[in-house]
């Protein structure tokens, strides 16, 4: 099984400031298959990043997947109010599929 | 716009078996994976298993012994079947469509309960 890690636990930052999130893999996500979505309370999940890189349908610019192997980053260039919240990263590239522990992303 | 809605009982006595459906709405459920995910109170996410629409299924090896996943393409359903619950299994339960893996249309999640 894939453990993946996501660093840091809390992120805290002003609207407008940019925001940058880690996540690690124990051994290499075949095919780059990691994925990126935003938790916030009462609301459906939403996926942001399929592919490490592809924004996935109606997600704006200011979101962007990178990284490859084991190290993946998603960077948001700058914080808009519905952007606070939690960020997980899954890889389903193996069976099982794995998710990060989360990134939560507060307004400091 | 897909649409997915999970329904079931909020509270389950230990040691019963939890049953949850979801139905699709907005689109085609065929040529599509679909998953169950679940997030237990102050935790993280886990992901239960999946079912094509013809019926293949892959589940968590650390839930496969209790999990059965099913769809019903008359009815846009599947659903999940957890038997033997404990404490443990309480958690929020969503349902995705996957695409292929990562989940691009989630449920809102309905939150069950084990408790007697």
């Known amino acids: 099984e894939i453990v993946l890690t996501q660093s840091p636990g809390t992120l805290s930052l002003s609207p407008g400031e940019g925001a940058t999130l880690s996540c690690r893999a124990s051994q290499s996500v075949t095919s780059n298959y990691l994925a990126w979505y935003k938790l916030k309370p009462g609301q459906a999940p939403r996926l942001l990043i399929y592919g490490a890189s592809n924004r996935a349908t109606g997600i704006p610019d200011r979101f962007s997947g990178s990284g490859s192997g084991t190290d993946f980053t998603l960077t948001i260039s700058r914080l808009e109010p519905e952007d606070f919240a939690v960020y997980y990263c899954q890889q389903y590239g193996s069976s099982p599929f794995t998710f990060g522990p989360g990134t939560k992303v507060d307004i400091k | 716009q897909v649409q997915l809605q999970e329904s079931g009982p909020g509270l389950v006595k230990p040691s019963e078996t939890l049953s949850l459906t979801c139905t699709v709405s907005?689109?085609?459920?065929?040529?599509?994976?679909w998953s169950w995910i679940r997030q237990p109170p102050g935790k993280g996410l886990e992901w239960i298993g999946y079912i094509y629409y013809s019926g293949i299924t892959k589940y968590n090896p650390s839930l496969k012994s209790r999990v059965t996943i099913s769809v019903d393409t008359s009815k846009k359903q599947f659903s999940l079947k957890l038997s033997s619950v404990t404490a443990a299994d309480t958690a929020v339960y969503y349902c995705?469509?996957?695409?292929?893996?990562?989940?691009?249309?989630w449920g809102q999640g309905t939150l069950v309960t084990v408790s007697s």
């Open positions: 995705t469509r996957c695409s292929p893996g990562s989940s691009d249309y």
């Open positions: 907005g689109g085609s459920i065929s040529s599509y994976y």
